[in-house]
């Protein structure tokens, strides 16, 4: 019998008791198993028993928010051995369990390689994210890079080619890597799809319901509600939609008038504890909440998303409206699932649903221990999606696992620093090596190649050596090129703490479409916007000389006076008549440029006079409803 760190016996499930198993004989292991199906349970043990053996653990997740939430889960298990870094958040950074984004963890192993050596474990808490378009090259370069000593646990949703990753992963480090399957969830799903104004349990039902109406809202909640599929995650791909949809609801109550004192009495003192009784969004949810009612997504204040999260954790929520990301990792199970629509945004277009996303929310259905089975509610809008689609969706197989390799310039200095041109022998150690075809390998060589070139032509490299400007730039993941002429033509230097934060900011800021800049910028961010701007053209030439894809990111000066104001001390609630950027994503975006500001300062070129100005700029920005660390004290 095994016994969970507190001592206790503990009943496994069969792929559970199999990956602990493999972990007690030492080996490398990737799970694939279902959304709810308890992967968590096999992180813990590697936590408890390498504590046991004092022994450290880096544990990944893939987003900050289910970095925090873990930090809580597990400071709750394992008290002072728990510590976080996130690039906006650092306590307790020497623990013995060290939770971070999969970006910090491949800094430090090019980086400061060394700072690994007393961990022995690192889970990669949603493994499959090495699919992701825009982030998927940070894992395939943290597993390609990882130190020999360290043993891996990966956790994913369903994987179909999970013998050919763990098959990839054992041909570069040379050791087994054990593959672990489930298929079966704990609580089986029923879906059922809501069509016209009728909702039915079989999808090829929905050919002979007549579409005389729209299909409304209040008709599938009735039914969900008749159902006992109480409470509910609705799932939406657009913030204002989340909004508009829960105010549809606004006549509903879901409460009886005992649950309505509860909520509303939790509500005020979690209001009150995070500061949030002047907040706008937090005024307008107040009648919402009332009735059992909620909206979540990434354009409000963490705060409040944290409070929203504690209101369904509790159970007095019925119905919640959410973006996708409440689904990722992070462990707030309902009766019901409800899907808007089987279509999203994905990077520039709107496309069908991919069959992992849909598992991935679908998954939140069925509460462990509580739930027989779960139940999934499609609205299907045959003018949009053909049915073949949705079938295609709900009961295909989930998509492969594929390379989104795509080097940066800061890991090629990194690479180069250490290996000179020898680096290109890494390529063939890529996942992207391992699955592609022989022209998909010589362009993906000779991007590598281009880059390079790149990189000596504008003096980040010299006679086999990093300049300064290389030492510099290989230190600012993703904003290397900017930042490292801003700082060879000492403009950096030159900058006052209030233009380092708005170029910090320029550097991060993605408006959205038709977002416009503020009509009156300062003169200062005027000069800076040109100075960058200049910058970034000569960048995007270079990049378009070399045959380099995708181009570097343009900087956006979108938040320059909001910015501004921020570090002038004006009060948050004030500083957003500035922008018309959501407040969530302000605070998001500064949180962001605090972490392009400490990746500058960590460079060891940087002067001790920068250094110091960006630690003040720091120190200004990271306060109040910015201060990630203190969200996770008072939490």
């Known amino acids: 019998m095994i016994l969970d760190y507190n001592g206790f016996d503990m009943i496994y499930d069969r792929f559970q008791e199999e990956s602990i198993n493999y972990i007690n004989q030492g080996y490398s292991v990737i799970v694939s198993a279902p959304t709810g199906a308890g992967k968590t349970v096999i992180a813990e043990h590697v936590i408890s028993t390498s504590l046991e053996k004092k022994i450290g653990v880096i544990y990944t997740a893939p987003i900050k928010a289910l970095s925090n939430q873990k930090f809580r889960d597990f400071q709750g298990q394992f008290q002072d051995n728990i510590g976080i870094l996130t690039g906006d958040v650092s306590l307790n950074p020497f623990a013995p369990v060290l939770i971070m984004t999969t970006e910090i963890l491949r800094n430090k192993i090019l980086d400061e390689p060394e700072s690994l050596k007393k961990y022995s474990w690192v889970i990669f808490d949603e493994i499959h994210y090495i699919d992701n378009p825009e982030r998927g090259t940070v894992w395939e370069e943290s597993l390609i890079f990882l130190p020999k000593h360290m043993n891996i646990l990966g956790l994913s ?29 704990p609580v089986p799903l029923h879906f059922f799809f809501q069509a016209g104004n ?3 349990d079989k999808i090829d039902r ?5 579409f005389t109406k729209p299909a409304r809202l209040s008709s599938l909640v009735h039914y969900v509600r008749n159902q006992e599929g109480l409470p509910c995650i609705y799932f939406v791909f657009g913030r204002r939609r989340a909004e508009e949809l829960a105010s ?3 006549n509903f109550s879901f409460l009886n008038k005992n649950e309505k004192t509860q909520i509303t009495e939790l509500y005020s ?8 009784k002047a907040d706008r969004t937090a005024q307008d949810l107040y009648q919402l909440v009332q009735q059992g009612i909620a909206y979540h997504h990434a354009g ?6 944290e409070v929203i999260e504690r209101l369904f954790t509790s159970r007095l929520l019925k119905v919640i409206f959410t973006t996708e990301t409440f689904a990722l990792g992070i462990n707030m199970p309902s009766r019901s699932v409800i899907f808007d629509g089987l279509r999203k945004f994905y990077g520039r277009y709107v496309r069908n649903l991919k069959t992992r996303d849909f598992y991935q929310m679908a998954g939140r259905a069925g509460r462990r221990g509580i739930d027989t089975e779960g139940f999934v509610y499609s609205r299907i809008n045959l003018q949009r999606i053909r049915i073949d689609e949705a079938k295609r969706i709900i009961y295909g197989p989930p998509e492969e696992v594929k390379s989104q390799l795509n080097t940066s310039y800061a890991t090629i200095l990194n690479l180069y620093e250490k290996y000179k041109d020898d680096l290109f022998k890494i390529y063939p150690l890529s996942l992207h090596c391992y699955q592609s075809r022989k022209n998909d390998q010589k362009e993906a060589l000779r991007l590598i190649e281009a880059k390079l070139k790149l990189l000596k032509d504008w003096g980040h490299i010299h006679e086999d050596s990093l300049t300064q400007k290389g030492a510099f730039a290989k230190t600012a993941y993703g904003y290397e090129l900017i930042l490292s002429e801003l700082y060879d033509q000492q403009v950096l230097e030159q900058l006052d703490e209030s233009e380092l934060g708005v170029v910090a900011a320029s550097l991060v800021f993605e408006p959205r479409k038709n977002q416009r800049l503020p009509s ?8 800076l916007k040109s100075i960058c701007e200049e910058i ?13 894809y995708p181009f570097s990111k343009l900087p956006y000066f979108h938040l320059s006076t909001a910015m501004e104001a921020w570090l002038r001390g004006t009060s948050f609630d004030k500083i957003l008549r500035f922008s018309d950027t959501d407040e969530g994503e302000v605070v998001r975006y500064f949180r962001m440029s605090v972490q392009v500001l400490r990746e500058i300062s960590e460079a060891k070129v940087a002067s001790y006079l920068l250094k110091d100005k960006i630690k003040e700029t720091i120190r200004v920005i990271n306060r109040d409803v910015v201060d990630a660390e203190k969200q996770l004290r008072e939490g």
């Open 520 to 527: 009156s910028l300062s003169k200062s961010s005027r000069n």
């Open 248 to 250: 549809e609801l606004a």
């Open 157 to 185: 949703a369903t994987i179909p080619n999970i013998k050919e990753f763990a098959s990839w992963i054992e041909s570069i480090h040379e050791k087994p890597v054990k593959t672990v399957i489930e298929d079966k969830r």
């Open 536 to 548: 970034y053209d000569k960048i995007k030439n270079k990049e378009r000389r070399f045959r380099i």
């Open 198 to 200: 009728e909702v039915v």
């Open 206 to 210: 929905l050919k002979r319901v007549r």
């Open 269 to 276: 003192t979690l209001c009150e504890r995070f500061g949030l």
């Open 300 to 305: 409000m204040l963490p705060t409040l998303k």
